[in-house]
T-cell receptor
Framework: DVKVTQSSRYLVKRTGEKVFLECVQD?????MFWYRQDPGLGLRLIYF???????EKGDIPEGYSVSREKKERFSLILESASTNQTSMYLC?????????FGQGTRLTVV | GQNIDQPTEMTATEGAIVQINCTYQ??????LFWYQQHAGEAPTFLSY????GLEEKGRFSSFLSRSKGYSYLLLKELQMKDSASYLC?????????FGTGTRLQVFP
């Protein structure tokens, strides 16, 4: 079974804090993605990575950065969390015909 | 750029058949996924199409026409547990881009 694991299911952070969301996959997938999902807006792509140390901006990269030091791990970083970053964050990994999601992290910024 | 359209909401009756359409405009098309997402949960993989035609998997089938930029997900013998959101996602190059999803409600 493919496993995409996100480090936290629920997270509450204060405005201005630096926040790390971690995602690990165990299927040797090349591509990894970070999305946020908000009601009425669907899944919006923040960043993706197609190889170690490679990253590409998605549709809404502002306020976020990413790190892919190892193939299995893709981290999303909120340098200074703001209330408008309260959302469900979903990590996915893919290779060819497969694409699987982690369980999601519901982040609340207060 | 990319544009992916799905109906926002649909309703159907238990035991019936429902078709959820997805139209897209992208450059560098590399395939199309369908996902199911129950409220509060992560999306789960249903199907993948990269060539024209129909892919059947039990009660679910997915169709693709690349020339028309069109796909549909067909759900047969609907069950109450099929009430969920259904997400169409297009692979554009290495990117996986989602539509806003279709919320399906199945009534007894």
């Amino acid at each position: 079974d493919v496993k995409v694991t996100q480090s936290s299911r629920y997270l509450v952070k204060r405005t201005g804090e630096k926040v790390f969301l971690e995602c690990v996959q165990d299927m040797d997938h090349e591509n990894m993605f970070w999305y946020r999902q908000d009601p009425g807006l669907g899944l919006r792509l923040i960043y993706f990575s197609y190889d170690v140390k490679m990253k590409e901006k998605g549709d809404i990269p502002e306020g976020y950065s990413v790190s892919r030091e190892k193939k299995e791990r893709f981290s999303l970083i909120l340098e200074s969390a703001s209330t408008n970053q309260t959302s469900m964050y979903l990590c996915a990994s893919s290779l060819a015909r497969e694409a699987f999601f982690g369980q999601g992290t519901r982040l609340t910024v207060v | 750029g990319q544009n992916i359209d799905q109906p926002t909401e649909m309703t159907a009756t238990e035991g019936a058949i429902v078709q959820i359409n997805c139209t897209y405009q992208t450059s560098g098309f590399n395939g199309l996924f369908w996902y199911q997402q129950h409220a509060g949960e992560a999306p789960t993989f249903l199907s993948y199409n990269v060539l024209d035609g129909l892919e059947e998997k039990g009660r679910f089938s997915s169709f693709l026409s690349r020339s028309k930029g069109y796909s549909y997900l067909l759900l047969k013998e609907l069950q109450m547990k099929d009430s969920a959101s259904y997400l169409c996602a297009v692979v554009e190059g290495d990117k996986l881009i989602f539509g806003t999803g279709t919320r399906l409600q199945v009534f007894p």
